[in-house]
Nanobody, 119 residues
Framework: QVNVVESGGGLVQAGGSLRLSCAAS????????????MGWYRQPPGKQRELVAT???????NYADSVKGRFTISRDNAKNTVVLQMNSLKPEDTAVYYC?????????WGQGTQVTVSS
């Protein structure tokens, strides 16, 4: 069983910063696992889930145009963690943010963490 847990969400004013963390733990078939791609996605109220940023095990990153220059994704392979540093937050960034970990070709999702940006 693999558990993916996000933390760090909350309420912040426009222009502020927030740091989201995600950790994958557990085992698959009784053995420790390795993660290929890890990423962050978000679902604004009334909208579909969308890509925010991804990062490969080798460190290659990809960002949605809406967050480029403001958000930074990073990971620690040894700890199976991924972090999303969010700066210059805007009200339109308000959403439930989800962490995803690709393990053996299957994507494992966290429960989501709420980020609310007020004006």
């Amino acid at each position: 069983q693999v558990n993916v847990v996000e933390s760090g969400g909350g309420l912040v004013q426009a222009g502020g910063s927030l740091r989201l963390s995600c950790a994958a733990s557990g085992s698959i078939f009784g053995s420790i696992f390795s993660i290929n791609v890890m990423g962050w996605y978000r679902q604004p109220p009334g909208k579909q889930r969308e890509l925010v940023a991804t990062i490969t095990r080798g460190g290659s990153t990809n960002y949605a145009d809406s967050v480029k220059g403001r958000f930074t994704i990073s990971r620690d392979n040894a700890k199976n963690t991924v972090v999303l540093q969010m700066n210059s937050l805007k009200p339109e960034d308000t959403a439930v943010y989800y962490c995803n970990a690709d393990i053996m070709g299957f994507g494992y999702w966290g429960q989501g963490t709420q980020v609310t940006v007020s004006s």
